[in-house]
């Protein structure tokens, strides 16, 4: 799993977490109220009420993630928040290289679609995440075959696993992935 985060404008406290399974090309989507270690502990701490035990440690077995100071804090990434136990493995980009983590990169073009440079963050709600995340994950990608994200991670995981996490398809000719999607969305 990559791990990375998006920024709004420098003057937003929120940022979107970003979690990417490189073989499904499945990406999450947390609102994160303020860019620190707390934060990123409450989407692990979420992660491990919501998921069963069993799943948890096979999807985040092992985790990738940059250097920000959003991840300094490696016990609340790799232990399980009740036992102490560790369960999953964080690893670290070398400086500067970004292209270590280059599937999450390319997905936040995606994101970067619906929320452009220099979109505040400031009203976004974790409904909206799910909302483009859902989006992204029904994109039929030539690297899947022409399948979408959402259904190639149905050979990791169960799909009420996913629903749980409020993650659903969309067909395709129903995605969008534009800056009128929250728009719509709110609408409907």
């Not at 003057?11 to 399974?21: E, H, P, V």
């Not at 499904?24 to 609102?31: A, E, G, H, T």
């Not at 790799?78 to 560790?86: A, D, F, I, V």
């Not at 050979?155 to 999607?181: A, G, H, Q, T, W």
């Amino acid at each position: 799993v990559e791990m990375d985060t998006v920024e709004g404008l420098q003057t937003d406290s929120k940022c979107i977490l970003t979690l990417f399974w490189r073989k499904s090309n499945f990406m999450l989507m947390f609102l994160l109220e303020c860019q620190t270690t707390a934060e990123v502990t409450k989407v692990f701490e979420y992660l491990q009420e919501t998921l069963p035990e069993v799943d948890y440690k096979r999807l985040f077995q092992v985790i990738l993630t940059d250097n920000g100071h959003e991840f300094y804090d490696v016990n609340n990434i790799e232990c399980n928040h009740k036992t102490g136990e560790y369960i999953s493995h964080a690893f670290y980009c070398d400086p500067s290289a970004s292209w270590q983590k280059g599937g999450i990169e390319k997905n936040h073009e995606f994101i970067r679609y619906v929320l452009p440079k220099k979109t505040t963050f400031k009203d976004l709600t974790q409904n909206d995440c799910n909302i483009i995340a859902n989006n992204i994950n029904s994109l039929c990608r030539e690297s899947l075959n022409n399948n979408c994200p959402f259904k190639a991670m149905l050979f990791l995981c169960d799909e009420k696993i996913l629903n749980s996490l409020n993650m659903y398809y969309i067909e395709p000719d129903e995605v969008v992935l534009n800056n009128s999607l929250l728009k719509l969305k709110r609408y409907l």
